[in-house]
């Protein structure tokens, strides 16, 4: 396995935020405060604008708190943003354009938004990746659309690996699901808006 530069963040211009005529703005980062560790996010409004929006007012409206990490395949990805401690899944709201084709890839570190078979249907959930997973990538997806990266990992990635270390089993319907909960206490919005 070869090693990856993660990419450097994206700036994006922006004087609706408050920063003088010209300059340059930081794009969004939050915190998931887990039952792991703390991980830090950076979200790309400029290549995702309608899945950071969807993410950043599922943040802002609390939805997040309280999830679990419901699938986790080391080696692959960590699932989240949709299911209670008791596997019960949490009424979220209408699902989203795919913004897959947006230039982003689903390298180590990126967050992705998760979906069905239908390529338009990611709502709430969404997964880290843990390793470059270049056959979700729309160039290279069978349906033709892939998984649309939105943002990666700015630090916290140590806590990533650890829960795609967690012991897994299956619980009712569900595969790899952690044996004991890792919970998402909170997101918080640390930088942008």
Known sequence: MKL???????????????????ALA?????DLKTSAGTIRIE?????????VENFLQYAKDGFYNGTIFH?????????TGGLDKNLREKKGREPIPNEAKNGLKND???????????????SSQ??????????LNSANAQDGWG??????????????????????????SYSDVPREAIVIESVTLVTGK
């Open 126 to 135: 969404f997964f880290i990746n843990l390793k470059n997973n270049d056959f």
């Open 43 to 51: 979200l790309y409004p400029g290549k995702a604008p309608k899945t």
């Open 26 to 30: 930081a794009d969004p980062q939050l």
């Open 71 to 79: 699938r986790v395949i080391d080696n692959f990805m960590i699932q």
């Open 147 to 172: 998984y649309a990266v939105f943002g990666k990992v700015v630090s916290g990635l140590d806590v990533v690996m650890k829960i795609a270390k967690v012991p897994t089993g299956n619980s009712g």
């Open 108 to 122: 180590l570190g990126t967050l992705a938004m998760a979906r069905t078979s239908a390529p338009h249907s990611a």
């Open 4 to 22: 990856i530069d993660l990419w450097k963040p994206l700036v994006v211009l922006s004087a609706a935020a408050g920063a003088p005529g010209g």
